[in-house]
């Protein structure tokens, strides 16, 4: 019974985050919930850590796969950031930190999802995992400095703030992640990690970001209910952010790629890592940034299976 409660949210986001929207709406407009914040950082770090417990960095230094990380990793560095940022300026640009908020999503790649959705939908979980690391290493480096060039005349950046952010989240958990995972080795087989902890992990991380979701929405909510363009505005800003992303993706998959290794690329490029995105909007930008993100996380997740069943069916990356 309490498994089961457990495990819903990780088995059910595309109908637990709307809910904890409401959730959030409507605590947001009955009481002042602005005390919150001061714990996003330890949500954050509680919703990273499980992603890095038996994480396979050793996959980042083979030769594999050099050609889908190339052309996954310009998407992600080069194209899908300039795309962010000029969608913002049209979409957003009476509001500088929710073109912060769009920006920051689209400056950090892959996350625990890519690989999900890869194995999902029968792509090259090899080639994900290698994504995955890759992209959140160089996103986590690269992410301070492409928001002093994108946003920093928009909106004041801390360098030495997000690095230190960065560090916090990333890279602490990654080293606690690694020491908890050779821990778990000692009293576990590698099988037994797999089946029973490794099941497990993903439903940590669900609570933590819904707790991060409500507090970003609740204390936002007055002002959203005031101003309900800026809403339906991000709304649409994100679509076209995600419809673009996927196409852009898909035309490459398709024309490069065998369709194994294009359904990583396009899983390893349009999922952004969202959790991480929250975390620093919310403690670096403000909840008007971790508002954007908050809300991308709703057409990320029903994007992503919504594309993989209709790819799958009208086999848009060519027979298996």
Not at 21 to 29: R, S, T, Y
Not at 250 to 268: E, M, S
Not at 288 to 304: H, R
Request: proline share 4%; net charge positive.
């Amino acid at each position: 019974m309490w498994k089961k409660i457990f495990l819903y949210p990780a088995q059910n986001l595309v109908t637990t985050i709307p809910i904890v929207l409401v959730l959030g709406f409507i605590v947001g407009n009955l009481a002042d919930t602005g005390f919150l914040s001061e714990y996003i950082l330890v949500m954050t770090i509680l919703m990273i850590y499980p992603t890095m417990i038996g994480m396979q960095l050793r996959e980042t230094f083979s030769r594999a796969h050099g050609k889908v990380l190339l052309i996954a990793h310009i998407l992600n560095f080069i194209i899908i950031p300039l795309l962010a940022y000029s969608i913002g300026l049209i979409f957003l640009g009476d509001n500088p930190r929710f073109i912060a908020g769009l920006v920051l999503a689209s400056l950090l790649p892959t996350s625990g999802m890519t690989i999900s959705w890869t194995a999902l939908f029968q792509g090259n979980v090899s080639a994900a995992i290698k994504l995955t690391v890759t992209g959140l290493i160089l996103g986590s480096l690269l992410t301070p400095w492409y928001l002093f060039i994108l946003v920093g005349q928009l909106v004041p950046v801390d360098l030495w703030a997000t690095f230190k952010t960065i560090i916090t989240v990333v890279f602490l958990p990654l080293l606690a992640g690694s020491l908890t995972y050779r821990g778990l080795l000692k009293r576990l087989s590698k099988e037994d990690f797999q089946k029973k902890i490794k099941p497990l992990l993903p439903a940590f991380s669900v609570w933590a970001m819904l707790a991060i979701i409500f507090v970003s929405i609740s204390m936002k909510a007055k002002i959203m209910i005031a101003h309900p363009q800026l809403l339906l505005t991000s709304l649409l800003a994100l679509l076209i952010f995600y419809l673009s992303n996927f196409l852009i993706s898909t035309i490459i998959a398709r024309t490069f790629f065998t369709p194994k290794d294009g359904v990583a690329l396009i899983y390893g490029t349009v999922m952004r890592n969202l959790s991480l995105a929250l975390g620093l909007a919310v403690t670096n930008f403000g909840a008007e940034s971790a508002l954007l993100v908050t809300l991308a996380f709703i057409i990320q997740v029903q994007g992503a299976a919504w594309f993989g069943s209709l790819s799958r069916r009208y086999q848009w990356l060519g027979a298996s």
